[in-house]
């Protein structure tokens, strides 16, 4: 069963710095997702990434996949406080439902 | 609606208590989702609906956990006897076809105490 691994984990940031968090997944994936979860708050869907070489881009986040290496990474230019927040990664499970990462918590400071 | 809608957003059960949570998808979705996250976890699957045939039921952790969408629309989750491990968000996720991307509900906030 396709398993989907984040790192880092904890991210502290200082505003202004770029920073990238990777999602690794083992297996096949036909599509992965990120979403970001604010405390307290639901997911919010950032990026679907549908095929390889992929390359989707929104605001400071940049997100790619690479299928031949089963690697997404999610960039962030420039880090403001606002993106401060939980994100996650997901891949496609074969029955159609959404396997995550265990999230990266983002906190990116003055 | 315009999203997908959960209700209670916060339940306090005592132990051995029912629960039921319920999900209202965005009209029209076919597809109907519930995850369990425990804190400081990402979600976790726990069954899949189309329509309201529920297709997949292998993330339910125990048979003390039951979900329905009898008219392929609303769709409850119920857990009985609720155990403190059952503590957790509730978070219910539509999509119109495979195509399109998952829309989450702002989730129950499950506390058994």
């Known amino acids: 069963e396709l398993k989907v691994e984040q790192n880092p984990l904890f991210l502290s940031m200082q505003e202004g710095k770029n920073y990238t968090i990777y999602c690794n997944y083992s297996?096949?994936?036909?599509?992965l997702y990120w979403y970001r979860q604010d405390p307290g708050k639901s997911l919010e869907s950032l990026f679907v990434?549908?095929?390889?070489?992929a390359v989707k881009q929104e605001g400071r986040l940049m997100a790619s996949l690479d299928t031949k290496a089963r690697l997404s990474t999610l960039h962030i230019t420039a880090a403001v406080h606002d993106l401060s927040a939980t994100y996650f990664c997901?891949?496609?499970?074969?029955?159609?439902?959404?396997?995550f990462g265990k999230g990266t918590k983002l906190s990116v400071k003055p | 609606g315009a999203g997908v809608s959960q209700s209670p957003r916060y339940k306090v059960a005592k132990r051995g208590q029912d629960v039921a949570l319920r999900c209202d998808p965005i009209?029209?979705?076919?597809?109907l989702f519930w995850y369990q996250q425990a804190l400081g976890q990402g979600p976790e699957f726990l069954t899949y609906?189309?329509?309201?045939?529920?297709?997949?039921k292998s993330g339910l952790p125990s048979d003390r956990f039951f979900a329905e969408r009898p008219e392929g629309s609303v769709s409850t989750l119920k857990i009985q006897r609720t155990q403190q491990e059952d503590s957790a968000v509730y978070l219910c996720?539509?999509?119109?076809?495979?195509?399109?991307?998952?829309?989450f509900g702002s989730g129950t906030r499950l506390t058994v105490v």
């Open positions: 997901a891949g496609g499970g074969s029955q159609g439902n959404l396997i």
């Open positions: 990434l549908l095929s390889n070489g």
């Open positions: 297996t096949t994936s036909d599509r």
């Open positions: 996720a539509s999509r119109l076809t495979p195509e399109y991307g998952y829309t």
């Open positions: 009209s029209g979705h076919v597809s």
């Open positions: 609906f189309q329509n309201e045939a529920q297709l997949d």
